[in-house]
Every structure is written in structure tokens, then in C-alpha cells.
């Protein structure tokens, strides 16, 4: 699987980690990230990730910031992009279900690195169910 995955500096722990577990896992995985903890700012980092998935280079995105909420409103503004900010398993899963979210969106200061390890496996494990979702989401982008 092709996953692209950014962050700023408070992702920067997360971000090694996540990649060395996909990595062990035999996933091909694109670092927009900084690999610094100095301040930097998220979209120049989230960009990147949204537009692998936007052009289908990407089969999924991860991106993680401080409180994942800056991170997930950039990527959100791309078209079909379904970013999700979770912060638990059960979230992710529900995520993937029903949002079919192509994006997660980690909060490192409110997460553990296993929680967050945790919520990769599940966001990529899931799948989107359809049925009564798929009207749902078909009814997201914006129609102006």
C-alpha cells in the first residue's frame, strides 16, 4: 500500500515511529514531514500528503500536528480528500466505515505513540461499508 504521511514539529516522534511500523509492514511510504522538532508550519507539510491522495499517488494519507485540528482543515480543502481527526480506535474505525476517510488526522499532544500506532492499523485495516454511507458522502464535496 502507498501511504503519504506529513507533520510538524510536534508530530515529528509520532511520525518516525508510524513510519517505521508501516514500513516493517512492507507499505511504501512517502515523508513530506519535518524530522526536526523545530517550529515549523503544518500546511507546508500537509499539502503535499493531501495532494498524493487528491491525484490518487497515495492510497491513503496520514498526518499529524499538535492538536491535529490545523492539520486536518488543510487537508480538507482539497477535493476528495476526507481527512479525519481521531483520537481513539473506535473513532478511526467509525471513520473509515462510514466517512470512507482517506486521510487521519493525529492529535500528538493528545495521543500515545502505541494509541497512535494503534489508529494507522485500524484506519487501513477498515473498510468503508457503502450502503447508506455512500449517499453521505457523496453529498460532501461542495457544490458551488
Not at 485540528?69 to 481527512?83: E, F, L, P, Y
Not at 497512535?116 to 457523496?138: K, S, Y
Request: glycine share 8%; with cysteine; hydrophobic share 35%.
Amino acid at each position: 500500500m502507498k501511504i503519504s504521511i506529513g507533520n510538524d514539529h510536534a508530530g515529528t516522534d509520532y511520525k518516525l515511529a508510524v513510519i517505521k511500523h508501516l514500513e516493517a509492514k512492507g507499505h511504501h511510504v512517502t515523508n513530506y514531514g519535518t524530522d526536526s522538532n523545530d517550529s515549523v508550519d503544518y500546511p507546508d507539510y500537509v499539502h503535499p500528503v493531501a495532494e498524493d491522495v487528491e491525484n490518487k499517488k497515495a492510497d491513503f494519507g496520514i498526518i499529524i500536528c499538535g492538536s491535529g485540528n490545523g492539520a486536518n482543515m488543510t487537508a480538507n480543502k482539497h477535493q476528495g480528500v476526507r481527512s479525519a481527526l481521531c483520537w481513539t480506535k473506535e473513532i478511526t474505525a467509525l471513520a473509515r466505515q462510514h466517512n470512507d476517510a482517506n486521510i487521519l488526522s493525529i492529535p500528538a499532544r493528545y495521543t500515545a505513540v502505541q494509541q497512535a500506532i494503534q489508529m494507522v492499523d485500524t484506519f487501513l485495516e477498515t473498510a468503508f461499508e457503502g450502503g447508506r454511507h455512500q449517499n453521505r458522502v457523496d453529498k460532501i464535496p461542495a457544490s458551488c
